[in-house]
């Protein structure tokens, strides 16, 4: 009886809520109904009357100031409607609409009444969107204290955001802490070290850990954060290295004697790795190329199932700077399969190599009279394919754009992981004769292939929704965030940009022109009118006239029907 009650009782909300706009046409046609029978009683034409004599006699300074001031009103709103657009990407009227006013007035939360026929249905959309829009470490990120620090002392500019830093501090406590961290003191300092937010009470952290004990991550924090110059973070990153190999080695011993053993090995695995890829990094950055691309290759061997680090993007740029393409084209052919996720890396280095093949002799008035060969045509389709997973980045290579300092954490098909690949790879490509010219010829063509980017793709899923929401979060304010595909403006900005302008010119036009627009009120005023105010007003000036002229009421009778 309890659930019939229940369900009874929700069939009636549902449909009292889905028949309140109804209800509201009713009660609006009641109203009107109620007006016109009590229009004698409340005076309504004498009323009106009154207020169509006082807008008579209103002058043209009244209608400048009126025009004035609707113009200045409809224009702060504007300003405001475009300021909150280019920030949060939608209209603040919409927002409030659809929030607060649409359940008012009976709008149904489709979430709510179909959660129960839905959830299994939308799993899979809901799981496909929450990787689509998962943030990624960048390979290539730069060292905080020896690169992102020296930036905000010249320009005064802070490169990361809170919300990037604080993803890379979570990235610290899982790959440098587990369980049993607390048994060994210079552990449990950097354990706590990680979680601080301060740098300068983590570098101080970690200094009071090395007091204890050689501790590798101590060395790691005091290498990213704490040295001014990529040669400083070598050195750290080189006594690192010493400790954490040691202990890797001894964890390796017993990591199968229990669980917290083979937690302790992990992470001694992970710091181990992070300290090879990272001294690799500061060889690229010396110009010792080679070295980085040896200890790349056997950091990848010694470590092949550590992909989570994309150590291959890392060896992609070092070898191109070498300009050795043919061992690109090997690492390509590993890591461009079908089963393996895609990177802006992956995609643009292959469509670099194809373009290199043709850009030095391609010419766009010979293209279009003999046509493309087949070699043009495969550059042409992979630089289509690179601008279909991810296309941000042909702006930054052309630099049409102007590039910032790359985040530590990336989105995928993402404004984010266009700047920290132009930033690293634009250099490559001006490096191949004619391969940005080749770009520009070609890349806008890929838009004409998907013309509804979130609905359908061509070689890959429809370009996710969510990448303008978490590149804000990324990227620092001071940077403009590319969005694709590019938003229309909301109807309510368009709206108050035509009665903005609409009242200015008409406030001018009262200005310049006062007895004409007076006229042309006046002659407004009298249209809007209604036919019976009108025959009313002719019925009260024909009785005052007969009044006045003492009319018999025989010949009144007569006048009236002529």
């Known amino acids: 009886m309890a659930e019939a009650g229940t369900g009874f009782l929700e069939q009636l909300k549902s449909y009292i809520v889905s028949s309140w706009t109804c209800l509201w046409t009713v009660w609006f046609f009641i109203v009107l109904f109620l007006v016109y029978i009590l229009r004698v009683p409340l ?21 400048v100031a009126l025009t004035g001031t609707s113009s200045l ?19 603040f009227i919409e927002q409030v609409s659809v929030s607060h006013l649409r359940p ?13 026929n839905s959830s299994n249905g939308d799993s899979d959309s809901n799981r496909q969107s929450v990787s689509e829009c998962k943030v990624w470490r960048n390979p290539l990120n730069l060292f905080r204290g020896a690169e992102y620090n020296r930036y905000t002392w010249v320009t005064g500019r802070e490169p990361l955001t809170y919300y990037d830093m604080n993803l890379s501090a979570q990235d610290h406590q899982t790959f440098f802490t587990c369980d049993s961290d607390h048994l060994r003191p210079a552990d449990a300092i950097m354990q706590k070290a990680w979680r601080e937010r301060n740098p300068q009470a983590r570098i101080s952290a970690a200094h009071e850990a090395l007091e204890i004990n050689e501790c590798a991550t101590a060395y790691i924090l005091l290498a990213e954060e704490e040295a001014t110059t990529i040669a400083e973070a070598e050195k750290l990153f080189k006594q690192a290295l010493k400790a954490g190999d040691g202990c890797y080695r001894r964890s390796q011993q017993l990591q199968h004697h229990g669980s917290q053993y083979e937690a302790q090995h992990r992470r001694d695995t992970n710091v181990l790795v992070y300290i090879k890829r990272r001294l ?48 690109v084209q090997a690492v390509l052919a590993k890591y461009d399969d079908i089963s393996l996720p895609k990177s802006a890396t992956i995609c643009y280095t292959a469509a670099l190599l194809k373009a290199r093949a043709v850009s030095d002799k391609f010419s766009p008035e010979a293209a279009s009279r003999r046509g493309l060969s087949t070699a043009e045509m495969n550059a042409v389709e992979a630089i289509h394919r690179a601008v279909e997973f991810n296309p941000h980045v042909p702006k930054y290579l052309l630099e049409m754009k102007s590039l910032i300092l790359p985040p530590e954490h990336i989105l995928k098909r993402g404004d984010s ?26 890349w806008e063509g890929t838009f004409r292939m998907i013309p509804y980017p979130l609905e359908k793709g061509h070689l890959f ?34 709206f108050t940009a035509g009665l903005c302008s609409f009242t200015a010119m008409l406030a001018l036009l009262t200005h310049q022109f006062p007895e004409l627009m007076g006229v042309f009120a006046k002659a407004m005023i009298d249209i809007f009118c209604s036919a019976e105010l009108r025959d009313w007003n002719c019925e009260s000036i024909f009785t005052s006239v007969e009044d006045e002229l003492e009319i018999p009421p025989a010949l009144q009778f007569q006048h009236f029907q002529n």
């Open 43 to 63: 005076k309504i034409n004498d009323n009106w009357s009154t207020v169509s004599m006082f807008l008579n006699t209103l002058t043209p300074k009244f209608y």
């Open 73 to 91: 009103i409809s224009g702060l709103i504007l300003i405001f409607e475009w300021w909150y657009f280019r920030k949060y990407g939608t209209s």
């Open 104 to 116: 008012l007035l009976g709008g149904v939360d489709n979430n709510s009444s179909n959660n129960s």
């Open 280 to 327: 690799a990094m500061c060889a690229r950055r010396l110009g010792r190329t080679r070295e980085a691309v040896k200890m790349m290759r056997d950091l990848m061997k010694e470590f092949p199932l550590l992909s989570m680090f994309n150590i291959h993007e890392n060896l992609l740029e070092a070898l191109l700077e070498l300009q050795a393409y043919a061992d």
């Open 417 to 442: 992981e266009a700047i920290a690949y132009a930033f690293f790879h634009l250099a490559h490509w001006k490096r191949v004769e004619g391969a940005l010219n080749l770009l520009h010829c070609t």
């Open 461 to 494: 899923y429809p370009y996710p929704i969510c990448t303008e929401t978490a590149d804000r979060e990324l990227l620092p304010s001071f940077h403009e965030v590319s969005v694709y595909p590019k938003k229309e403006l909301p109807f309510f900005i368009l």
